[in-house]
T-cell receptor, first 113, second 109 residues
């Protein structure tokens, strides 16, 4: 089992460009999450999906869109990247909808110039 | 929305010294989780506490959940260099997990 797989691991964008971060889990989890991590800010929730077909905003959703493509996959899209979106992005999944242990991917380091 | 405050932000200790990080909330928590993130790595689940006053131990790590379920602590006895990393608490808010800001632990040999 690979667990949670994120791609790409690194990406450099210019301001205004778009991109999609991909995430897939093979643990048959219902819930999936996207967090961003900035120095001194901890992990902040961008969007989450409690089950296939549903998505909800987290703490910092502005500038992002998500798609829960199926039970395995949850993608995060930046339509028009801004320097403030330079961060490390983590995808995570959980086996229970409310407060279950989170399994994280390795992270995607995004730089927006 | 629910906020979870974590202190201290940084802690430098000599190997062998003890370390404690604290997590505080203004609202009652249904449960609290703790994660460890090694430098350059991703967060890894350590433990979940659910009951008021609960204390759990994992080798040199002791986790406590306050009686009022508004605070929690992680204590490491006799730190080792392998304990280096950032420790996060996280609390459930409806069906999502909100993380504290983390405590970065540095251990000097």
């Amino acid at each position: 089992n690979a667990g949670v797989t994120q791609t790409p691991k690194f990406q450099v964008l210019k301001t205004g460009q778009s991109m999609t971060l991909q995430c897939a889990q093979d643990m048959n989890h219902n819930s999936m999450y996207w967090y961003r991590q900035d120095p001194g800010m901890g992990l902040r929730l961008i969007y989450y999906s409690a089950s296939e077909g549903t998505t909800d905003k987290g703490e910092v959703p502005n500038g992002y869109n998500v798609s829960r493509l199926n039970k395995r996959e949850f993608s995060l899209r930046l339509e028009s990247a801004a320097p403030s979106q330079t961060s490390v992005y983590f995808c995570a999944s959980s086996g229970r909808d409310r407060g279950g242990e989170l399994f994280f991917g390795e992270g995607s380091r995004l730089t927006v110039l | 929305g629910q906020q979870v405050m974590q202190i201290p932000q940084y802690q430098h200790v000599q190997e062998g010294e003890d370390f404690t990080t604290y997590c505080n909330s203004s609202t009652t928590l249904s449960n609290i989780q703790w994660y460890k993130q090694r430098p350059g790595g991703h967060p890894v689940f350590l433990i979940q506490l659910v009951k008021s006053g609960e204390v759990k131990k994992q080798k040199r790590l002791t986790f406590q959940f306050g009686e009022a379920k508004k605070n929690s602590s992680l204590h490491i006895t006799a730190t080792q260099t392998t304990d280096v990393g950032t420790y996060f608490c996280a609390a459930t808010n409806t069906d999502k997990l909100i993380f504290g800001t983390g405590t970065r632990l540095q251990v000097f040999p």
